[in-house]
């Protein structure tokens, strides 16, 4: 005889064995007893979390004679009655389940409504169950509007529906609506151990959490994959077996990716992805649990006690929270859950997931740093926002000076100063505005430089000290500071040691000249644009309208 599945077997057969969804029980509940019904209810809710079982309980409430054939409306049905077999069985003729995907025409419930004109056979109540509702046509659902907002005393009507929005709302106003929710985790894996309790089944309380994770809210799915596991573990359900199953990455790979990702270690980076490639893991299931466990890192950083301490992975999760800055969390974060969707883009999913890796790895604060300087010359190209940055200290951020060797730093900058940074005084005090633009760095780096103005030069034999001011010190991240101050030491050939302070500059930064010259190019392509004769006419002719701040100069 072949076994029945977990999901039928274990669908619940009252409203007390229902799970997860207590405030529709109470609704219902109270509605039974007290003998206010309403005509039709709605249940929406994603798949697999009560909507057909809630409907079956109802049908088999409003129907129940009780053991000895006496019994009145309840909403504990006793299960034992002619009614709640044949309905459990499937086989109550006053009771009609309508697939709407599959008979969605007006014909169909045309033919619907004339049966429900007739009294039921052998009830209180006839109970027309409509799932998908959503897939009716338009004309279908108008058919049934005058039925369904009064309809014979005999009939009750249950619609469900996993997308209410796509329902006319002519509709939603004839029902009781009710929206069931997802399952949440813990509520799954509770279910599942007292199911395999039941059932004799030997498991690991983490597999059942990977199991219900996988379910995403679905009782019904989970379920079915308890199924699986039994079948594929020939034996105990392990996490091992499970997350063989599923493809799903273990808690371990995604710890060693985050201790790579602190060491800066790119290497181990790209041996991670080979190893999970070679085991055929899911990178894009490999992404979800990453962003899954940065989040709770993250979380841990700003509310502590929202660490389960039941948690496997608990002490991994305060451990790491301490090793990473909340700025690099967030980082982290964000990149996982944007690379998920250039995973088909990519040449294949393991090249995606390591390019992920590695833009981790690039735009982590001091994560790369070049073994030798930019040639120096020439102007640098602005910086372009290919992902977000950390933010550094808000207040001051000093770099110690750094030794340079002088085969490391570019021939002109040994021997004295670039024409293009000219003497502004006797002090030798350097034309920061133009040595700004002169000094090799990119990125974000480059940002803070076009975002400081001298303020104190000290340049003596042993070496330099500058002091410089900035009006954004977010920018200002150690990492940052010290790739400038190694550029300077460069261009000077001999150590500098940079200051950078909080406050507003007096002068005019690199940034702010640049967004001058911009302003000045745009307000000089929009009188362009009003004088232009062909404009004109448009505007005369058709009373057409230049859209402020539309011009860009090219």
Same mark, same amino acid.
């Given at each position: 005889?072949?076994?029945?599945?977990?999901?039928?077997?274990?669908?619940?057969?009252?409203?007390?064995?229902?799970?997860?969804?207590?405030?529709?029980?109470?609704?219902?509940?109270?509605?039974?007893?007290?003998?206010?019904?309403?005509?039709?209810?709605?249940?929406?809710?994603?798949?697999?979390?009560?909507?057909?079982?809630?409907?079956?309980?109802?049908?088999?409430?409003?129907?129940?004679?009780?053991?000895?054939?006496?019994?009145?409306?309840?909403?504990?049905?006793?299960?034992?009655?002619?009614?709640?077999?044949?309905?459990?069985?499937?086989?109550?003729?006053?009771?009609?389940?309508?697939?709407?995907?599959?008979?969605?025409?007006?014909?169909?419930?045309?033919?619907?409504?004339?049966?429900?004109?007739?009294?039921?056979?052998?009830?209180?109540?006839?109970?027309?169950?409509?799932?998908?509702?959503?897939?009716?046509?338009?004309?279908?659902?108008?058919?049934?509007?005058?039925?369904?907002?009064?309809?014979?005393?005999?009939?009750?009507?249950?619609?469900?529906?996993?997308?209410?929005?796509?329902?006319?709302?002519?509709?939603?106003?004839?029902?009781?609506?009710?929206?069931?929710?997802?399952?949440?985790?813990?509520?799954?894996?509770?279910?599942?151990?007292?199911?395999?309790?039941?059932?004799?089944?030997?498991?690991?309380?983490?597999?059942?959490?990977?199991?219900?994770?996988?379910?995403?809210?679905?009782?019904?799915?989970?379920?079915?994959?308890?199924?699986?596991?039994?079948?594929?573990?020939?034996?105990?359900?392990?996490?091992?077996?499970?997350?063989?199953?599923?493809?799903?990455?273990?808690?371990?790979?995604?710890?060693?990716?985050?201790?790579?990702?602190?060491?800066?270690?790119?290497?181990?980076?790209?041996?991670?992805?080979?190893?999970?490639?070679?085991?055929?893991?899911?990178?894009?299931?490999?992404?979800?649990?990453?962003?899954?466990?940065?989040?709770?890192?993250?979380?841990?950083?700003?509310?502590?006690?929202?660490?389960?301490?039941?948690?496997?992975?608990?002490?991994?999760?305060?451990?790491?929270?301490?090793?990473?800055?909340?700025?690099?969390?967030?980082?982290?974060?964000?990149?996982?859950?944007?690379?998920?969707?250039?995973?088909?883009?990519?040449?294949?999913?393991?090249?995606?997931?390591?390019?992920?890796?590695?833009?981790?790895?690039?735009?982590? !604060?001091?994560?790369?740093? =070049?073994?030798?300087? @930019?040639? /120096?010359?020439?102007? &640098?190209? #602005?910086?372009?926002? %290919? *992902?977000?940055?950390?933010?550094?200290?808000?207040?001051?951020?000093?770099?110690?000076?750094?030794?340079? !060797?002088?085969?490391?730093? =570019?021939?002109?900058? @040994?021997? /004295?100063?670039?024409? &293009?940074? #000219?003497?502004?005084? %006797? *002090?030798?005090?350097?034309?920061?505005?133009?040595?700004?633009?002169?000094?090799?760095?990119?990125?974000?780096?480059?940002?803070?430089?076009?975002?400081?103005?001298?303020?104190?030069?000290?340049? &003596?034999?042993?070496?330099?000290?500058?002091?410089?001011?900035?009006?954004?010190?977010?920018?200002?991240?150690?990492?940052?500071?010290?790739?400038?101050?190694?550029?300077?030491?460069?261009?000077?050939?001999?150590?500098?040691?940079?200051?950078?302070?909080?406050?507003?500059?007096?002068?005019?930064?690199?940034?702010?000249?640049?967004?001058?010259?911009?302003?000045?190019?745009?307000?000089?392509?929009?009188?362009?644009?009003?004088?232009?004769?062909?404009?004109?006419?448009?505007?005369?002719?058709?009373?057409?309208?230049?859209?402020?701040?539309?011009?860009?100069?090219?």
């Amino acid at each position: 005889m072949t076994a029945l599945a977990l999901a039928r077997s274990w669908r619940p057969k009252t409203f007390s064995q229902l799970v997860g969804q207590d405030h529709v029980v109470k609704a219902l509940t109270h509605a039974l007893d007290q003998g206010r019904l309403h005509h039709a209810w709605l249940f929406t809710g994603t798949r697999g979390v009560g909507k057909t079982t809630i409907a079956r309980i109802m049908a088999k409430a409003l129907n129940c004679t009780g053991e000895d054939g006496q019994g009145r409306m309840t909403s504990e049905p006793c299960g034992k009655c002619p009614a709640c077999l044949e309905i459990d069985a499937g086989r109550f003729v006053d009771y009609i389940e309508m697939d709407a995907a599959s008979n969605r025409g007006v014909d169909d419930i045309a033919a619907l409504l004339e049966k429900a004109a007739y009294a039921p056979s052998n009830a209180r109540y006839k109970v027309y169950m409509i799932d998908e509702v959503h897939m009716l046509t338009n004309h279908a659902f108008n058919a049934m509007l005058k039925t369904l907002e009064e309809p014979p005393e005999h009939v009750k009507f249950i619609l469900a529906t996993t997308d209410p929005q796509k329902i006319p709302v002519t509709i939603l106003s004839r029902c009781l609506q009710f929206n069931l929710k997802q399952m949440p985790v813990p509520l799954i894996v509770e279910h599942l151990e007292k199911v395999l309790a039941a059932e004799k089944v030997d498991y690991e309380t983490n597999a059942l959490r990977v199991l219900a994770k996988a379910a995403q809210g679905s009782m019904r799915d989970a379920l079915s994959l308890t199924d699986q596991a039994i079948a594929y573990a020939a034996g105990k359900v392990s996490e091992e077996a499970v997350r063989g199953m599923l493809g799903t990455l273990d808690d371990a790979y995604l710890i060693r990716i985050l201790d790579s990702l602190i060491a800066k270690d790119g290497a181990t980076l790209l041996a991670i992805a080979n190893e999970m490639g070679e085991r055929s893991m899911s990178f894009s299931l490999a992404l979800a649990d990453l962003s899954s466990l940065i989040q709770k890192i993250a979380a841990a950083q700003i509310v502590p006690e929202s660490v389960l301490e039941d948690w496997p992975e608990a002490a991994e999760i305060h451990r790491l929270a301490g090793a990473l800055s909340k700025e690099e969390a967030q980082l982290f974060y964000q990149i996982s859950i944007t690379s998920r969707p250039d995973l088909s883009l990519a040449p294949d999913e393991q090249t995606g997931f390591a390019m992920t890796l590695l833009r981790m790895l690039a735009f982590r !604060p001091g994560g790369v740093t =070049p073994s030798k300087p @930019a040639p /120096a010359g020439g102007h &640098s190209v #602005p910086p372009v926002a %290919s *992902a977000p940055r950390a933010a550094g200290p808000a207040n001051q951020t000093a770099a110690p000076a750094r030794s340079t !060797p002088a085969s490391s730093a =570019p021939a002109p900058a @040994a021997s /004295a100063p670039p024409a &293009s940074a #000219p003497v502004a005084s %006797s *002090a030798d005090r350097p034309d920061w505005h133009a040595l700004m633009r002169q000094l090799p760095v990119k990125g974000l780096v480059q940002q803070l430089a076009f975002q400081t103005e001298l303020q104190e030069w000290n340049d &003596s034999a042993a070496g330099v000290r500058a002091s410089v001011v900035t009006p954004m010190p977010q920018l200002a991240s150690e990492a940052s500071v010290a790739r400038l101050a190694d550029a300077l030491t460069a261009h000077f050939g001999k150590p500098v040691k940079l200051v950078i302070e909080k406050g507003e500059v007096e002068g005019k930064t690199v940034a702010k000249v640049d967004a001058q010259i911009h302003q000045e190019k745009r307000q000089n392509a929009e009188q362009m644009i009003a004088q232009d004769p062909f404009i004109q006419q448009l505007e005369k002719e058709f009373g057409a309208k230049v859209v402020g701040g539309s011009v860009k100069p090219l």
